[in-house]
């Protein structure tokens, strides 16, 4: 299937500063490393324009990695993009590129989009999260109109087609299912997993728990780190649930696949999510979900969606007295991923 398909560049702002690094965008890294086990031959170049703070090229999993060190910085933008533009310049002498893969509309997909018209090489974009937004200054700058744009779900892509009148297809995310042993004991009651950021509402994660544990003693779980830390640690004092809600702090991609086994219900409280790796990596943990109607939601029994307060408690109730129903297929597979993104780059 493999066609002239010889050399991918991936361009995004961060990536695994190494293969033990697994919690740096792991869907984008469960996905590549997918994409070169279904084509080993496939030369695979990933730049990294912000994230790792390192210059030094590398290799991951068999892929060359080539960061620039951006460190975010506002005054070294021009710069990063300058070099990024050159690399591909070199990269494309050395062999030429098949695809060229944005990740954001943003500033990769932006020097994408350059080099993809000067030297006619055929560019995607992966739209990733709040890019879709109307106040994304990126989709000033590109023709949207006639780039190729991959949503992750109907949810963003009905948001995109809200702001800019244009609806990409969609390809979802995936999961490898080996990566996942399903445990039948269940340790913790209600789970959540996420960046520490005004954006997951965790302040309602410990609203609802607390009104869960006037009725019930549960056990609750966060996992994650962001700068709402310490006024989330400071809200679970007053609330006195120091003893029912644990603070894990970041975890490698393996464990936090490990603890969401345990949970039975993963409550997820964000208002906006363009995908939500974590849906599908709850239902392969056969972990009931509890949820605003965000992301990659489907129907079924085992996902309860709910937009309040009032409602995420009820759904909470609920969905702590009932077992998870096996008979839910996942339909997020990174190998149908890979799939559905060869044949774009096959068009």
Request: positive net charge.
């Amino acid at each position: 299937m493999s066609f002239n398909l010889k050399h991918i560049v991936f361009l995004t702002p961060g990536f695994a500063q190494n293969e033990s690094d697994t919690t740096t965008i792991p869907a984008l890294q469960e996905y590549i490393f997918a994409l070169k086990k279904e084509l080993p031959e496939l030369q695979i170049t990933i730049i990294a324009f912000q994230f790792p703070y390192t210059k030094k090229k590398y290799n991951w999993h068999n892929c060359n990695v080539i960061p620039l060190n951006g460190k975010n910085k506002k005054l070294k933008k021009i710069q990063i993009w300058n070099a990024a533009f050159q690399i591909l310049k070199k990269l494309n002498a050395e062999l030429p590129i098949s695809i060229l893969h944005s990740f954001w509309l943003g500033e990769c997909a932006f020097v994408g989009n350059l080099f993809s018209n000067k030297y006619n090489i055929k560019h995607i974009c992966t739209l990733m999260g709040r890019d879709v937004k109307k106040k994304n200054l990126y989709s000033k700058l590109l023709p949207v109109q006639n780039m190729k744009l991959i949503c992750l779900s109907s949810f963003q892509q009905q948001h995109f087609f809200k702001n800019y009148l244009l609806q990409p297809d969609i390809i979802s995310w995936g999961i490898s299912k080996t990566k996942f042993s399903k445990t039948k004991t269940k340790t913790i009651d209600i789970i959540g997993v996420g960046s520490l950021i005004p954006l997951k509402n965790y302040e309602l994660f410990i609203e609802v728990i607390f009104e869960l544990y006037k009725s019930t003693p549960i056990r609750a779980q966060l996992i994650g780190e962001g700068i709402e830390k310490e006024k989330l640690q400071e809200k679970i004092k007053n609330l006195n649930l120091e003893n029912t809600i644990t603070f894990t702090g970041l975890l490698p991609y393996q464990e936090t696949l490990e603890q969401v086994s345990k949970a039975k219900v993963l409550l997820h409280t964000s208002s906006f999510e363009s995908f939500g790796m974590i849906f599908p990596e709850a239902i392969e943990s056969n972990t009931l979900i509890v949820s605003k109607n965000v992301g990659c939601v489907v129907p079924t029994e085992n996902w309860l969606l709910a937009e309040t307060k009032e409602e995420m408690i009820s759904a909470c109730k609920k969905a702590l007295s009932i077992s998870f129903s096996e008979n839910f297929n996942n339909p997020f597979t990174i190998e149908k991923t890979v799939e559905n993104y060869l044949k774009v780059y096959h068009e």
